[in-house]
Structure formats: structure tokens, C-alpha cells
């Protein structure tokens, strides 16, 4: 049996996982936008020139069945914390501005994180990290991302995922990988001429803004530029250069560890403020 929870802000009445068209707050999908169910499909739908309706046909996709499989049943059995709120349970999309100077990039949604709000490092440890962060650089208009209508905004910034479903143990296989690229690949074509810098999260996120760029046909230095914290790399296009900034990402072991600090964070995104010219 399906649980029917009220959200935890509008206190409207949603099911786990969640179904398209179904209002809840940004959610950009309908009951009749079109469902990716195989690779190919992927490839075909991700071929929209409409931002908006790309992020609605990523949030219902169903191609890897792994994957479906893992963030639904999370979204049903849900952690003993969140057990009277509802879960997302779909692929999150991109979110933020639509025309970013500033483009960040992780790895995926954390399965009582993003697969629970439905909205990109929002709900979990990492994401108080970085909306923190984000706000004391001048990125974000609030200092924390708790659930999809909470107010926040992102100041010329957008936030993605390099593979859209919560994995299991955080660990997509590289055919996951692989079929979800087509996603990011087509937001970035759609979003890459305002950018100015782009943040890589983690190895993950640095090693998937390397091939997606390079796909979309930019330069990349030889031999590939090694992923580090504070390491800067020059993305060239046809006409400009693009920053890619290397970021730890705010993991849990990152962050309990001491591997990355708050001021480390702030550093690296202070930075991305000033090259995306969003703060002196």
C-alpha cells in the first residue's frame, strides 16, 4: 500500500514516490511528459532544445532499472526520520538559474537527501555545507535548502548531477553513468553560453565535466588535468574560455574528517563568484 503524507511545507497530500503532475512544488512534469525507459530513449528525448521540458523529462526517467528500482523502494521504506513526510523518489532535474554564470556539478542525489525533496543537495548534510557556503559567497539568497518550497534562490548559479537517480552506496556503475550522460551533456549545451565557470564536485563531478565538454566539441587539455582542491583548468569553446574550479566534495567523511573546512569551501566558491562577476 502506497503511503499518502502531507508535504512538509504546503501540507498538500502526496504519495511516495512521488507521480508527475501531481503539484508538487517544482516539480516541471506532467502525466503526459514522455518517459525514457532504455538508453536509446535517453539519447532521443535529451534532443529537446526547451530547458524546461528537459528537466521535466529527466525527473520521470526509468531507464536504468537498478537505479528505479533502489530510489523507489527508498522513497517507500523510508529512514525512521523522515517516516511521515513524503519522498521525491524520481530523478532530480537541474535546478537554479536559467541562464547560470556559475554552473556546479556532483555526482548524484543522496537517497533521504534530493530523492526525498526533490530538489538537487537539499535535505542532507552535504547540502547544509554547501548552501552555506553558497550563501556567505553571495551565491544563494538563504543559508540553508531544507525542501522544494522553501523560499531559497540560487544568484546565477544552477546546480547538476552528473547521473540524476540517488545509487545505491553512492556508487552508479559506469553503464548508469554512461546512460544518464546524454542528460547533462543536453543541459549544458542549453545553459553554456552564459556560463563563466563551472565547480566540480568531487572527482566524479570533475571527471564528467571533462567528457561533457569535450563532447559538446570544447578543448580540454592534454594530458587530462588532474582533479584537486583549488586546481583550475581552461575549458576552450569555439570563441571563449571557461574556469573549471576543482572542489572536495562536502561529503560526510570529507567534512568530519576535516579533508575539506568551511573556509576551503568558501575559497573555492568566492573564486567561482568572482570569475561568474556576481561579487567584486
Known sequence: MTDVLPHPATGELFASPVPPGTGWPGDPATDETPVAA?????????????????DARVSVCRACPRLVRWREDVARDKRASFATQPYWGRPVPGWGAVHPRVLVIGLAPAANGANRTGRIFTGDRSG???????????LATQSTSVHAADGLELIG????????????????????RDTCAPWI????????DTVEVVVALGSFGWDATLRSFAGLGWDVARPKPR?????EAQLVGPDREITLLGCYHPS????????????MLDDVLRRAAVLGRIVA
Not at 582533479?227 to 586546481?231: D, K, L, N, S, T
Request: net charge positive; charged share 20%.
Open 38 to 54: 532504455t538508453a536509446a530513449q535517453v539519447r532521443r528525448l535529451a534532443g529537446t532544445a526547451d530547458l524546461a521540458e528537459l
Open 128 to 138: 547544509d555545507w554547501l548552501f552555506a557556503s553558497l550563501h556567505r559567497v553571495g
Open 157 to 176: 548559479t544552477r546546480m547538476v548531477a552528473t547521473v540524476r537517480c540517488a545509487p545505491p552506496q553512492n556508487k552508479p556503475s559506469v553503464v548508469e
Open 185 to 192: 551533456s543536453a543541459e549544458l549545451g542549453l545553459v553554456v
Open 227 to 231: 582533479f584537486g582542491h583549488g586546481v
Open 252 to 263: 560526510q567523511q570529507n567534512t568530519f574528517t576535516g579533508r575539506l573546512t568551511e573556509p
